[in-house]
């Protein structure tokens, strides 16, 4: 029997996508996805100095009131590529507005692939005309055109009921490595049928992005381009979302749900991952403190290998703990993979190896570390770090 979804898709939201030549294994590579009617937009951006053009000039045009979609190239990232660069950037904008007739300011735009390499204006000036021509309402082409080295496609959705309307929440991402976000994530995608403000669309992303992509990382590094957008058209007719209202806190449950399943889907889909773990920390001395202390662990490559390995090696544990900046007594220490207790009150559990060996075998591996200083806690979730990760970035260019 076929599972029933747990959503449906948003209303008023149609896709386009093609292979317009920019990829040399001759896959999609430029998609669009547009709302029948005009939507309000937020977005997050990546915090790295070195900013991508598409970047710079999403900024720009969401200062818009209105939207009718975004489109996103893939093969080629447009960064550090000077003022040329940005005329690619704002000339794809115009193209796209002329064929969908809205100004170019009401529009977004995404790249992801190489760096320091110019746009083929030629193949896309070929390619858009073919896009919004085919527009439908099925995503999985535009899920497949974003991608570059993923493993597939990644996507998820939510349907929630506010104010006696359902409201449909549905989203997609691409990222496999560069990927250690201090915003967001490589790409993401998210559509919604609510009726919500502006300003309120604005806060439900950065605090669904802020718990969810900005707590995942593959390998630390953040890249020039990563970016989430949202877009909001109405279709759903509820009353208006105000923030702080119950409604609203439901919107925003859901999206957290939606941005959650599409991280974790980018950190298990990473480049020559084998597993992941979620790294939760509790009792620290504050909220922030235990994420300083999550993000040292997740971060760290002695940790990451030794979760590729199956060993669970708590020692290194510890030493990232204890790299965080944060003060705490490691007599006061406990550590916990899944339900083993590795460590109590600093010291090790004797004869518990063979247990936590068993953990450390499962693809997604759950670690646990009370620090016993306070009320704090956050978790941060991580991959591993695999020989094949090292192949696919040695030889990603040549």
Not at 309 to 314: M, Q, R, V
Request: overall charge positive.
């Amino acid at each position: 029997m076929k599972k029933k979804s747990l959503y449906t898709m948003p209303k008023g939201f149609r896709f386009g996508f093609t292979s317009c030549g920019i990829k040399k294994d001759g896959l999609e590579d430029l998609g669009v996805m547009v709302s029948d009617v005009p939507a309000v937009a937020a977005g997050t951006f990546t915090k790295n100095l070195v900013t991508a053009a598409p970047v710079i000039l999403s900024k720009k045009n969401l200062k818009s009131k209105k939207h009718f979609g975004v489109i996103c190239n893939s093969g080629c990232a447009n960064a550090a590529t000077g003022e040329r660069g940005m005329g690619d950037a704002v000339e794809t904008l115009n193209l796209l507005a002329s064929g969908i007739g809205c100004k170019p300011s009401e529009l977004l735009v995404a790249s992801t692939g190489v760096t320091v390499e110019f746009l083929p204006m030629d193949k896309i000036f070929k390619g858009i005309p073919g896009v919004i021509g085919n527009m439908i309402g099925d995503p999985a082409g535009f899920t497949r055109a974003i991608l570059t080295t993923d493993t597939g496609p990644k996507s998820a959705g939510k349907s929630v009921t506010v104010g006696g309307k359902r409201v449909n929440i549905w989203g997609c991402t691409k990222g496999a490595g560069m990927y250690h976000p201090n915003m967001a994530t490589m790409l993401g995608f998210l559509a919604t049928d609510a009726a919500v403000s502006k300003s309120a669309l604005n806060s439900a992303l950065k605090e669904a992005v802020d718990i969810t992509y900005n707590r995942s990382t593959i390998d630390g590094d953040t890249s020039t381009n990563d970016s989430v957008f949202i877009l909001a058209n109405g279709l759903a007719g509820n009353r208006p979302l105000a923030k702080g209202s119950a409604d609203y806190k439901k919107f925003v449950s859901a999206l957290i749900e939606v941005c959650g399943s599409l991280a974790e889907q980018i950190v298990s889909g990473g480049e020559g991952v084998k597993r992941i773990a979620n790294v939760v920390v509790e009792k620290a001395s504050s909220d922030a403190a235990a994420l300083k202390v999550a993000k040292s662990i997740a971060g760290s490559l002695l940790v990451k290998t030794a979760l590729h390995g199956g060993d669970p090696n708590w020692g290194r544990i510890l030493v990232a703990a204890g790299n965080a900046g944060v003060k705490f007594s490691l007599e006061k220490l406990d550590l916990y993979f899944g339900k083993t207790c590795a460590m109590k009150k600093g010291a090790p559990i004797p004869n518990a190896e063979k247990k936590l060996a068993v953990e450390m075998k499962n693809k997604k591996v759950e670690i646990k570390l009370v620090l016993n200083s306070g009320k704090g806690s956050s978790s941060y979730l991580f991959s591993d770090l695999s020989k094949e990760y090292v192949t696919i970035n040695a030889d990603y260019r040549t």
